[in-house]
């Protein structure tokens, strides 16, 4: 069974950046295709990135494009979200997935979760 953690969430004005990070156990992190979601008050969980399981292959919500990037170390178990020029529109709780199939931006079809880290950005 698959456990991931994410951390470095908080808070930070408009502009600027945050680095939230996930860290696998319990499983063959390198086999999983890693995304990560995230979903605000009243709304609907949103894809935001996702990476493929040798990070050869990368893909982006349109709505941070050029402006997040995931990264992953195999060796080290971890994924990571680098989020640079935030916007308020992208506080939301940010959650780790993966899945063994094939990328996907649909949320159901990863089985595996975190258990989310809260992002706030001011104005």
């Known amino acids: 069974q698959v456990q991931l953690v994410e951390s470095g969430g908080g808070s930070v004005q408009a502009g600027g950046s945050l680095r939230l990070s996930c860290a696998a156990s319990?499983?063959?992190?390198?086999?999983?295709?890693m995304a990560w979601f995230r979903q605000a008050p009243g709304k609907e969980r949103e894809f935001v990135a996702a990476i493929s399981w040798r990070g050869t292959n990368t893909y982006y919500g349109d709505s941070v494009k050029g402006r997040f990037t995931i990264s992953r170390d195999n060796a080290k178990n971890t994924v990571s979200l680098q989020m640079n020029s935030l916007k308020p529109e992208d506080t939301a709780v940010y959650y780790c997935a993966g899945r063994e199939g094939p990328y996907s931006d649909y949320d159901w079809r990863y089985e595996y979760w975190g258990q989310g880290t809260q992002v706030t950005v001011s104005s």
């Open positions: 319990g499983g063959t992190f390198s086999m999983y295709n």
